[in-house]
Structures are given as structure tokens and as C-alpha cells.
């Protein structure tokens, strides 16, 4: 199976700042690399497959990057509705794993 | 509107067995892919299955093979899980999802249901 490992586990940040979380595929996945969003109490939103491709509606200060085995996601400006924890997902090969998740909370 | 709409979820004992269901509207469910994926409570997300358009081939994480069933039916717009010998590490609340872009052997996913709670208890 791929493991997906992703760093930080949780964050701390002020409303505007630049956060940037990363997704480590334990072999290369090509751009097969998902990002997806879960607000507290709320079911998963998706944000970016192939790696950079944005889901219609979410707002362009969401950005996906990478290739092979290292991702990142990038919130170019935080916003108070941004908190949420966020997983990335491998779709290269069955079994689909998720990485861990990354808490995102404002200072 | 795509909506996913999951329902048949609850309370059951060890050994015991459910049918969720995922009702689809808003799309044409006949030409997407679709998976089934689960978050114990304060754990992370969790693939559980997925099923092909036409439902004639299904993929499965390990630990629920020979236990859990996914179809569809395509003419009602609906899928299912029928989830049979649960255990108490099954307890999670499931959600069904619209597959987005596919590699040769995956899909990701951009629509999600709101999901079912199971609950695995004696």
C-alpha cells in the first residue's frame, strides 16, 4: 500500500498569512494527488486533484503543487473560514489512502 | 445541484449487519464511478471501496474484503453498502462520493455525501 505522510499534523496562523502544508507519497504517484478539506462537525469538501487542478468554486487562494513522491498545498492568505483539517489523497493505485490530515487553526 | 444523500445507518452489535444506501440526483449517475469512504470518530479519512459506472468491477481495502458488498442501481440512481459481520473498529460515519479524475487503477473525488453514522456496540 502507499502511505501518505503529511506534515505539519496541525498549524497555527494569523488571518493572512501564507501556509503551506506537505504530502509525502511513500513511491511516486505521478499528479495522482488529491487535496480535500473538512470543516469541523462537516463532511469533506473537495479542493484540488491532479495535484494543481482547483475544484470549480473553491477560491484561488487555494493552490496545489508536486510531483512523484512530495505535494504541497499552499492557502496563499488565511482566512477565519479556512480552519478546517485537511487530507491529501493518493488515487495512483488501490488501495486510495489518505495522509493523516493537518489541523489548521487561526492565532 | 449534484446532491449525495446517505441513509441506513445505526446502531448494531458486534456480528451483526447493515444496508447503506446513497441516493444520487443532480448528475448522471450511470457515467461516474463511486466509493465509499469512512472516518472513525476523531480519526482520519478512510477509503473503504469503490465501484465502476457500470457496477461490473468493485475494489475493496483489505480489512473489509469478504465482509463488505458495494453495488448499485443505476435505474434508481442509488448505491449501496451492505456492511455484514461489523466490528467494533467498523464504528464510523460513512460517506459515499462522486468520482472526479481517475488514473488507470484510482479516482479522486469532488462531490461527498453528508454521511451515515454506523455504530458498532454491544
Known amino acids: 500500500d502507499i502511505q501518505m505522510t503529511q506534515f505539519p499534523s496541525s498549524l497555527s496562523a494569523s488571518v493572512g498569512d501564507r501556509v503551506t502544508i506537505t504530502c509525502r507519497a511513500s513511491q511516486g504517484i505521478s499528479e495522482y494527488l488529491a487535496w480535500v478539506q473538512q470543516k469541523p462537525g462537516k463532511a469533506p469538501k473537495s479542493l484540488i486533484s491532479a495535484a494543481s487542478t482547483l475544484q470549480s468554486g473553491v477560491p484561488s487562494n487555494f493552490s496545489g503543487s508536486g510531483s512523484g513522491t512530495e505535494f504541497t498545498l499552499t492557502i496563499s492568505s488565511l482566512q477565519p473560514e479556512d480552519v478546517a483539517t485537511y487530507y491529501c489523497?493518493?488515487?495512483?493505485?488501490?488501495?486510495?489512502?489518505f495522509g493523516g490530515g493537518t489541523k489548521v487553526e487561526i492565532k | 445541484e449534484v446532491q449525495l444523500v446517505e441513509s441506513g445507518g445505526g446502531l448494531v452489535q458486534p456480528g451483526g449487519s447493515l444496508r447503506l444506501s446513497c441516493a444520487a440526483s443532480?448528475?448522471?449517475?450511470?457515467?461516474?464511478?463511486m466509493s465509499w469512504v469512512r472516518q472513525a470518530p476523531g480519526k482520519g479519512l478512510e477509503w473503504v471501496s469503490i465501484?465502476?459506472?457500470?457496477?461490473?468491477?468493485?475494489s475493496y481495502i483489505d480489512s473489509v474484503k469478504g465482509r463488505f458488498i458495494m453495488s448499485r442501481d443505476n435505474s434508481k440512481n442509488t448505491l449501496y453498502l451492505q456492511v455484514n459481520s461489523l466490528r467494533v473498529e467498523d464504528t464510523a460515519v460513512y460517506y459515499c462520493?462522486?468520482?472526479?479524475?481517475?488514473?488507470?487503477?484510482?479516482?479522486?473525488?469532488?462531490?461527498w455525501g453528508q454521511g451515515a453514522l454506523v455504530t458498532v456496540s454491544s
Open positions: 489523497q493518493q488515487y495512483y493505485n488501490y488501495p486510495l489512502t
Open positions: 443532480g448528475f448522471t449517475f450511470s457515467s461516474f464511478a
Open positions: 462520493a462522486r468520482r472526479w479524475r481517475c488514473s488507470r487503477n484510482g479516482c479522486s473525488h469532488d462531490f
Open positions: 465501484i465502476t459506472e457500470s457496477g461490473d468491477f468493485t
